[in-house]
């Protein structure tokens, strides 16, 4: 329903932190719920964070608590992804996705991604 494009990944020390935007273009973006989500080579894809299509309300995955911010701008047609203290292991292809009304943690329940972009934490 909506095109995603991810911007903002490239190379950063650990510890460092690093804004991912995901861009859309569409006439849902208002009512869709947004998702960041991440694989590692050799690795399932895994959640990040959500949001709700108001952009109130988020869920991120526990190990990135505390570290990782999701937000919604609906009047930029912008989802963002906040990393800070950044470590090794977080290095993987970040993607957005979206969906209609209903936030949720699970990839297949997602219809609309992105390309990725790629993270690399260096030791």
């Known amino acids: 329903q909506v095109q995603l494009v991810e911007s903002g990944g490239g190379l950063v020390q650990a510890g460092g932190s690093l804004r991912l935007s995901c861009a859309a273009s569409?006439?849902?973006?208002?009512?869709?719920?947004m998702a960041w989500f991440r694989q590692a080579p050799g690795k399932e894809r895994e959640f990040v964070a959500a949001i709700a299509p108001s952009g109130v309300g988020t869920y991120a995955a526990d190990s990135m608590k505390g570290r990782f911010t999701i937000s919604k701008d609906n009047a930029k047609n912008t989802v963002y992804l906040q990393m800070n203290s950044l470590k090794p292991e977080d290095t993987a292809v970040y993607y957005c996705a979206g969906r209609n009304y209903i936030v949720t943690r699970n990839k297949n329940d997602y219809g609309d991604w992105g390309q990725g972009t790629q993270v690399t934490v260096s030791s």
């Open positions: 569409g006439r849902t973006f208002r009512t869709y719920a």
